[in-house]
T-cell receptor
Framework: KNQVEQSPQSLIILEGKNCTLQ??????????LRWYKQDTGRGPVSLTI???SENTKSNGRYTATLDADTKQSSLHITASQLSDSASYIC??????????WGAGTKLIIKP | NAGVTQTPKFRVLKTGQSMTLLCAQD?????MYWYRQDPGMGLRLIHY???????AKGEVPDGYNVSRLKKQNFLLGLESAAPSQTSVYFC?????????????FGSGTRLTVV
């Protein structure tokens, strides 16, 4: 069964610290992997999209990595800011472009 | 630039009532989607459309109907609302397949069925 699992479910860190969120998937065939940021009460916003041949991609202070062999991805946030408080969702696209969504990691940044 | 606009933002329905959620996009995107988001779960696809006049079922289509009479609009209908349809509904669009596109989401409709 195609699944996307994220860990941890929630995370609290102090402003200015770094953190890493994990995503494991069992989706096959694999097309691409996406990370979205979802603020409370808002729709998801795309952070990165990585295809099979890409193993790292950055968007400002966000850096996503992909290991297609182990079917794992991570999202690293550097020098966190209060505005980074949100849910971060890992999404894997099947070969036919169907999206399999993870349940997300809720990140809280404390001052 | 508005992007994807959903109306209404909030709604409370009684069991058995009907309603229509409207999604409008101004980016000339071919593909449009309706998702529902429930606590502790990933987004689940209800219905989608790959172009004007076309619709297709997603993962959880039962109890919902859709129409795409105009390219910019995608309507989601609930004919007889049930408490299990209490959820946050998101509309999304993207330009189409053939390349890896990000999805643009609306801000959601929070629906409560009592």
């Amino acid at each position: 069964k195609n699944q996307v699992e994220q860990s941890p479910q929630s995370l609290i860190i102090l402003e200015g610290k770094n953190c890493t969120l994990q995503c494991n998937y069992t989706v096959s065939p694999f097309s691409n992997l996406r990370w979205y940021k979802q603020d409370t009460g808002r729709g998801p916003v795309s952070l990165t999209i990585m295809t099979f041949s890409e193993n790292t991609k950055s968007n400002g202070r966000y850096t996503a990595t992909l290991d297609a062999d182990t079917k794992q991805s991570s999202l690293h946030i550097t020098a966190s800011q209060l505005s980074d408080s949100a849910s971060y969702i890992c999404v894997v696209s099947e070969g036919n472009y169907q999206l399999i969504w993870g349940a997300g990691t809720k990140l809280i940044i404390k001052p | 630039n508005a992007g994807v606009t959903q109306t209404p933002k909030f709604r409370v329905l009684k069991t058995g009532q009907s309603m229509t959620l409207l999604c409008a996009q101004d980016m000339n995107h071919e593909y449009m989607y309706w998702y529902r988001q429930d606590p502790g779960m990933g987004l689940r696809l209800i219905h989608y459309s790959v172009g004007e006049g076309t619709t297709a079922k997603g993962e959880v289509p039962d109890g919902y109907n859709v129409s795409r009479l105009k390219k910019q609009n995608f309507l989601l209908g609930l004919e007889s609302a049930a408490p299990s349809q209490t959820s946050v509904y998101f509309c999304a669009s993207n330009p189409g397949t053939g390349a890896v596109y990000g999805y643009t989401f609306g801000s959601g409709t929070r629906l409560t069925v009592v």
